[in-house]
């Protein structure tokens, strides 16, 4: 079955240290899509790219970056991490922009902890 | 910008309870709905969806309706369960998916 993975599901680091967050999808999904969630927030996006070679900004894209050399893939960097980036990070897919055909499917997420 | 509003929780029901969780948006265009439901320890997953006013989804005995005329998509069900309870996001989508802040239910046995 297609499914959308993420890994790791737990990740502990220290400030300052450069992270790497992994998202794969076996849909051959074009839109990939990088979100956090925090409490009294709800989801925020961070980054999002609608093919292979593109990638945009969210509105909590600052210490943050994406890249998109293959369909399947779409790993988030954290450059530097900060306290302030402890969350839970989620992944997710969708076939086609706009419309009515644009439902995002969801990984299950990473928890990372910036001590 | 276009913008989700949805009641603050958390909600606290009885099982059988009716429930109502209220969403309303602010959109230019003709956005798509959607509900999201995050069970504990997992990611959001599709509960239902419409696509243009008068358009009613429907999963798993819930329901919302598309009101245009007044910017809604309430959630409804009319008989919860224990196995309910979890975190409900309301979305929409013209571009990218805005999602709300999403609204705890807990439902008692």
């Known amino acids: 079955d297609a499914e959308i993975t993420q890994s790791p599901r737990h990740k502990i680091t220290e400030t300052g240290r450069q992270v790497t967050l992994a998202c794969h999808q076996t849909w051959n999904h074009n839109n990939m899509f990088w979100y956090r969630q925090d409490l009294g927030h709800g989801l925020r996006l961070i980054h999002y790219?609608?093919?292979?070679?593109?990638?945009n900004k969210g509105e909590v894209s600052d210490g943050y970056s994406v890249s998109r050399s293959n369909t399947e893939d779409l790993p988030l960097t954290l450059e530097s991490a900060a306290s302030s980036q402890t969350s839970v990070y989620f992944c997710?897919?969708?076939?086609?922009?706009?419309?009515?055909?644009?439902?995002?499917?969801f990984g299950p997420g990473t928890r990372l902890t910036v001590l | 910008g276009n913008s989700v509003t949805q009641m603050e929780g958390p909600v606290t029901l009885s099982e059988e309870a009716f429930l109502t969780i209220n969403c309303t948006y602010t959109?230019?265009?003709?956005?798509?709905l959607f509900w999201y439901v995050q069970y504990p320890g997992e990611g959001l997953q599709l509960l239902l969806k419409?696509?243009?006013?008068?358009d009613k989804g429907s999963n798993k005995g819930f329901e919302a309706t598309y009101r245009k005329e007044t910017t809604s998509f309430h959630l409804e069900k009319g008989s919860v369960q224990v196995s309910d309870s979890a975190v409900y996001f309301c979305a929409l989508s013209d571009d990218k998916i805005i999602f709300g802040k999403g609204t705890r239910l807990h439902i008692l046995p």
């Open positions: 790219s609608y093919g292979v070679q593109d990638t």
């Open positions: 997710a897919s969708s076939p086609l922009a706009g419309g009515a055909y644009n439902e995002q499917f």
């Open positions: 959109a230019t265009g003709y956005p798509s």
């Open positions: 419409a696509t243009k006013a008068d």
